[in-house]
Nanobody
Framework: QVQLVESGGGLVQAGASLRLSCVVS????????PNWYRQAPGKQRELVAS???????NYTDAVKGRFTISLDNAKNTIYLQMNSLKPEDSAVYYC??????????????WGKGTLVTVSS
């Protein structure tokens, strides 16, 4: 079965950088339309960054110019580079993607999340 496992979260000061990784394991054929979401305490989960099927990257306004999403197909890993972090970026970050896996099934999967805390 396919699993998505995030890592790279932690406690940092405002202005610092972190790189989140999401390793997709299992009988993976391809990773499609990867996304990063986040959920802060008491708030709804929100879409932070995505790569469309046309390889276009999109970002929520709050992170534009600071965050970069990427996909390494050779490593089956989705990344989120986060620069100039702010306290309001504190949240649990989740990766999500449509995964084509053998024997030729396509499903949407979620990771369990990694916690990012930014202190002021």
């Amino acid at each position: 079965q396919v699993q998505l496992v995030e890592s790279g979260g932690g406690l940092v000061q405002a202005g610092a950088s972190l790189r989140l990784s999401c390793v997709v394991s299992g009988s993976v054929v391809s990773i499609n339309a990867p996304n990063w979401y986040r959920q802060a305490p008491g708030k709804q989960r929100e879409l932070v960054a995505s790569i469309t099927s046309g390889k276009v990257t999109n970002y929520t306004d709050a992170v534009k110019g600071r965050f970069t999403i990427s996909l390494d197909n050779a490593k089956n890993t989705i990344y989120l580079q986060m620069n100039s972090l702010k306290p309001e970026d504190s949240a649990v970050y989740y990766c999500n993607a449509d995964v084509l896996f053998t024997p030729w099934s396509l499903r949407n999967f979620w990771g369990k999340g990694t916690l990012v805390t930014v202190s002021s």
